[in-house]
């Protein structure tokens, strides 16, 4: 890694993601590759989900980070494959997505589990109960599924896997 | 026609039909039975919505003509779009949102599977991603058929209704126009019959016989609908054109 890609990682590691702010669009595994080609500073990301509102929001603000850090020359590409998916969040944000009281998504086979119509288990962000039950696959963000805790009785988001 | 109009043409059929059922679906905002499924039908719009652009920014590249997404979408007239009949059907009342979805998401599936190894490398791409978000329409409109069917007196008697006048939209995805040779696949139609059969069957419905089925929308030839949709759809870029935010 050159000392310009890493200047750039570490400037989008601040950039974070306009609906759940605290969590950073590397840590979202939004931010695909950073490569330096001939001085300029190419950066490609990626969309969540193809209708997720906060896409062209992201895309500015990481136009925007890289300017006020002066890396110019620099380029950002959007990139379709290999697709996004909830395996690239990194273990640090699955962290905080939990401290902010969303569930992160759980592994891959949970949700295969899930969309073969078997029950699956969500542990509650807010008391950590495993006695949860999903009130709706769809939930108020395209990234969510809304779910309740038979426990606490709060409701809760889950990033459902993707 | 050349293999490039032939390629522009499918990306406008596919970007056609996820932005017009988009905005038909996204016409229950606000109206949705009730707040969960009002949400999760502007969640499966807002997912058409932004397929379709993934497809019309590809067709503004092979068009070459320096043409946005925004472009197919709204200054395009009846006669151009090339979505199935379904898509642009009226909502009528849930039942009938449910069976129109239902009858597209499970060939909207099996296309997408098929695609997600095709030789164009950008639809490839598309496919592989719009298949993560359809996996889950598919679901949703799969539950209530069945939830509906299975349901009370009533809803069955309207599920079946439903089921029953929207099935001659159905069988035009699987009658191949020109445009499409050799770059959307075939012969999804038995595979799609016997997922569908399954889950009219488990919701303890009727499985529509006839085999007559409306046409027409894939080459331009809509039914009155479609043109109300765009009067509503295109009002603000054709009264202000290039307006900004």
């Known amino acids: 890694m050159t000392l310009l890609e890493s200047k750039a990682w570490s400037v989008l590691s601040e950039v974070e993601d306009p609906e759940i702010p605290v969590i950073s669009v590397v840590d979202l595994g939004i931010v695909r590759t950073v490569v330096e080609e001939e001085g300029i500073l190419k950066v490609a990301i990626t969309p969540t989900y193809s209708g997720c509102p906060a896409t062209q929001v992201i895309e500015d603000s990481v136009v925007d980070a890289l300017k006020a850090a002066h890396l110019e020359p620099f380029e950002v590409k959007t990139v379709l494959s290999p697709s996004w998916s909830t395996s690239m969040i990194s273990e640090s944000g699955k962290f905080k997505l939990k401290e902010y009281g969303i569930a992160p998504p759980a592994d891959d086979s949970t949700d295969k589990m899930a969309l073969m119509g078997e029950e699956r288990q969500i542990t509650c962000p807010n008391c950590g109960s495993k006695d949860t039950k999903m009130v709706s696959q769809f939930g108020s963000t395209p990234c969510k599924a809304h779910f309740k805790c038979k426990d606490c009785l709060e409701p809760f988001d889950y990033f459902k896997c993707l | ?245």
């Open chain 2, 1 to 245: 026609m050349n293999d490039n109009s032939n390629r522009l043409n499918v990306a406008l059929h596919l970007g056609d039909n996820a932005l017009i059922l988009g905005h038909r679906i996204s016409e229950w905002c606000g109206h949705g039975p009730v707040l969960e499924q009002d949400i999760a039908m502007t969640n499966i719009a807002l997912d058409l919505i932004g397929q379709a652009k993934m497809y019309f920014d590809y067709a503004a590249e092979i068009e070459g003509q320096g043409h946005d997404h925004d472009y197919f979408a709204y200054r395009r007239d009846v006669l151009d779009f090339k979505n199935l009949l379904l898509c642009e059907i009226p909502n009528g009342d849930f039942a009938y949102t449910i069976a129109r979805q239902f009858y597209f998401d499970q060939w909207h599936f099996l296309l997408l599977t098929e695609l997600s190894n095709s030789e164009d490398e950008r639809l490839k791409e598309i496919a592989q991603k719009s298949l993560k978000e359809v996996t889950y329409h598919r679901r949703w409109s799969s539950e209530w058929v069945i939830r509906l069917g299975d349901g009370t007196p009533e809803s069955k008697e309207k599920m079946q209704r439903a089921i029953d006048d929207t099935w001659y939209y159905s069988g035009e995805a699987f009658i191949p126009v020109d445009y499409e040779n050799g770059i959307l696949p075939i012969g999804l139609k038995d595979q799609w019959m016997k997922n569908v059969k399954e889950v009219i069957e488990e919701a303890t419905l009727k499985m529509p016989t006839d085999e007559w089925m409306q046409e027409g929308g894939k080459t331009g030839n809509h039914t009155e609908h479609l043109g109300f949709i765009l009067a509503e759809m295109q009002y603000l870029p054709r009264a202000y054109p290039d307006a900004t935010w």
